[in-house]
């Protein structure tokens, strides 16, 4: 036994030995927790961006192609941020497994890497990855729930694990007992993340629902003592009110008696009966009239009006004043003091229209003070409601609505104000109610009400004011092309230069003033600018909105020299007559680089000098202005052939004075598309159906809530301005051109022929069959089959990239087989069967298809 004990003792001490005499290692357990932990966090990083840069295009191009070329450097087709690894791992993560929940999982390790970096304790993070696990897989199930119920696709959200199980678990228990069945998983999951624990989730939950009835206790409590105070401040109101009655019926009784004893001091001695007095003659009649009787004293008010008058005297002694601003006075000015003949650029003499050709404005608007004060008084009763103080109250009257600025007592939320725009215009009974929270450069809120009776802004109005004679060039002014857009709610006269803007897009209902905003704009334009220096390019589909125009044909007509009618009516010309516009633009840049300068201003201001050689077809250049009435109807019969030129003309044309205004009445996406909208900042707004038309329109709210007859909201950039549109009518209209065309003009402005313009598209106006990809009849074959107009679908069907598939699909919708792009949603296909896309392929295409 002694000798066992001792071989063990001796082996100990060898050990020992060992131990001290062995070198320190070169890699800590710490420094290779830190190590590993960092290898964790670079993994989770490039986890994170091959999932957010997923597309689908790299999903079909890892089916399609073969495993070798996928690494080919020379052909790397993957848009996925870490090239085709990323695409295979985004692929499996996402499309195959649990969709973009995956990245729970991806913050799990995260959590991992930095916990293990930082060398701390590793306590609750086994219990929060299991979490995100679970997380992450009920929530892909969800989506997958979701997925065949909406219109949008989320299978990138779900995956195949989401897609699987929800789809198993419908089969199950019903749609119904799925959609509860994960909605209770994902409440339990995130119970366990916030705290661990369920009951103290729920508890925290009491103490929410338990906090919130105390508060409406406490609020009910307040209400209740604030009504006590009110009726004891009555109580005591009306004692002083029947003080003040006592008070100055004693002071009437006292008067009465000192009137009394004068007249019985006045009076003559009664004589004596003992001694008879002779007659007296008569006194001579006093010519003074004389004093009148002293009033009776009035009933006194009855205790219930009484009561009335004081409670509405301590109400109003608590309020804000009220401040009632009136409309500006702008400066008048005699437009007609410039008008002298002045030669236009073929020297014919032009007098600008006189302004007695437009219809006088009507009285000066009134300010309605009792309207006012009831609006304010409704305004204050309701706010009052929710317990919502205001310490100011401005009134600033415009032409057709009056702008309250209320300014909140400290502490109120102006969110609690503008959640109530609904009740305002409810209590205020009137449509058209506009909360500006804040109002820009003031500290106040505006809740904007229409005015009962509204002012008629004229366009003689805005017009004969110094402000537009300025601006014109009647006396060198300093806008090019000035445009009056209306009257701001101050009363001041609003205008800009649409050669500032560059472009203008005009959209609203049916009756809501656009055309006749139209109509101001064009006018305005007439009033200011000469020949020489404006031409206008009018599309007008309708055939009925711009003819008042074709008067001006010899002097402020620009158009195509092959074509015979100023107005532009038919929807096969538009397109063409658009790219006339673009051949212009092209020939006006020649022309600017060869005289080396960067704008149209600079160019006139050149040739105006004799710095360039008319030989070399310098010319003083007018501005262009292509005004076109409906554009809704283009879109939907030309489409494509519109948007193009529009998108281009809006891009380039400014520099060399060509100017857009599109109209429209039906402002959807599909007409107001995003290549359109995204190069007009400048955009008027008039009263819309929805509010999605109006976001549409100016990316906003707003516009729903207008009332019409010119009252509309302009959009420079993000500045929004609430104006009332002058109105102009068509005998005015048709005044003004017949004094421009009594005149001799220099005829229209010879634009490039519509023929040689439309040549220069690819296969003219629809495309030619010279130019279809060589697959496109079995591209066209594909679709028609599976009737499915999808990009990735001809990826994998003809093993083709994604650029090329696209092209193919757009010669497709150009030779009708396939409807236009509609986001998400795989495009509709147009031919039926076969045997109508071998009937339509075997029809040449011609120069109007």
Known sequence: MSSTRTRSTSSRAKKRTKKKGAPPALVTTERKKEILGLILLALAVLLTLAILTHTR???????????????????????????????????????????????????????????????????????????????????????????????????????????GVAGWLESVIGAVGAFLLLLLAL??????????????????????VFGFRDWIRSTWASLRSGAEERKALRASALEARRARRETNKAEREERRQKRAAKKQ??????????????????????????????????????????????????????????????PFEEEQAN????????????????????????????????IDYEEIEENKQILLDKLETYNIQIAEIDAVVGPTVTRYELTP??????????????????????????????????????????????????????????????????????????????????????????????????????????????????????????????????????????NSYAGLLDHFIAMPEDLEDPITTEFGLAAGVLRTCEREMEQRYDLLAAAGVRGIEEYNAKVAKGGLSTEEDHRHLPYIVVVIDELADLMMTSGKEVEAPIARLAQMARAVGIHLVLATQRPSVDVITGLIK???????????????????????????????NGDLLYMNGSRITRLQGPFVSVEEVEEVVNFVQAQKGAGPYQLPPVESASDEGPGGL????????????????????????????????????????????????????????????????????????????????????
């Open 766 to 849: 629809g495309g030619s069959s010279d130019d279809r990809d060589d697959l496109f009849e079995d591209a066209a074959r594909v679709i028609v089959r599976s009737q499915q107009g999808s990009v990735s679908l001809l990826q994998r069907k003809l093993s083709v990239g994604y650029t090329r598939a696209a092209r193919i699909v757009d010669q497709l919708e150009e030779a009708g087989i396939v409807g236009p792009f509609e986001g998400s949603k795989a495009r509709d296909v147009l031919v039926a069967t076969e045997l109508d896309l071998d009937s339509l392929l075997a029809t040449p295409p011609t120069a109007d298809s």
């Open 265 to 326: 001091a006045a009076a003559p001695p009664t004589p004596t009966p003992s001694a008879p007095a002779a007659k007296q003659p008569p006194p001579p009649a006093d010519p003074r009239p004389a004093p009148p009787p002293p009033p009776e004293p009035s009933a006194p008010p009855s205790d219930d009006d009484s009561l009335l008058d004081d409670l509405v005297q301590a109400q109003r002694s608590h309020e804000p004043a009220l401040n009632v601003i009136g």
């Open 678 to 708: 995204a190069n007009f900042p400048s955009r008027i707004a008039y009263q819309v159906a929805s509010r999605i038309d109006s976001r549409t329109i100016i990316d906003m709210g707003g516009a729903q809530h207008l009332i019409g």
């Open 409 to 546: 007592a400290p502490g109120v939320k102006i969110s609690r104000i503008t959640a109530l725009e609904d009740d305002l215009a409810m209590a205020l009974a009137a449509p058209g109610i506009r909360i500006i929270a804040p109002i820009p450069g003031k500290s106040a809120i505006g809740v904007e009400i229409p005015n009962r009776s509204r002012e008629l802004v004229r366009l003689r109005s805005m017009l004969a004011t110094k402000k537009f004679r300025d601006a014109s060039q009647r006396d060198g002014g300093k806008m090019a092309l000035p445009i009056a857009i209306g009257k701001t709610i101050e009363g001041e006269v609003f205008i800009e230069d649409l050669t500032k803007m560059p472009h203008l897009l005009v959209a609203g209902a049916t009756g809501s003033g656009k055309s006749v905003g139209i109509n101001t704009l064009i006018g305005g334009l007439l009033y200011a600018c000469r020949p020489a220096d404006l031409k206008f390019v009018l599309v007008d589909p309708k055939k009925i909105e711009l």
């Open 335 to 366: 437009l007609d003091s410039v008008r002298r003949a002045q030669p236009d650029a073929n020297a014919f003499p032009y007098t600008f229209p006189s302004i007695e050709l437009l219809e006088q404005p009507d009285d000066r608007q009134q």
């Open 57 to 163: 295009a790299d999903d079909a191009t890892i089916e399609s192609a073969r495993w070798g070329d996928l690494f080919d450097a020379r052909d790397n087709r993957a848009d996925n941020l870490l090239g085709p690894v990323g695409a295979i791992l985004s692929r499996w993560l996402v499309t195959g497994f649990l969709g973009m929940p995956v990245l729970l999982l991806v913050g799990a390790l995260y959590g991992w890497g930095w916990t293990l970096f930082r060398r701390r304790q590793i306590v609750f993070l086994p219990l929060l990855t299991g979490l995100a696990v679970v997380g992450a897989f009920f929530l892909a199930c969800f989506f997958g729930w979701l997925e065949p119920r909406t219109d949008t696709a989320l299978d990138l959200w779900s995956g195949a694990v989401g897609l």
């Open 187 to 208: 409440a339990v999951t995130v119970l366990l993340v916030v705290d661990r624990d369920i009951q103290t989730s729920l508890d925290r939950l009491e103490e929410l």
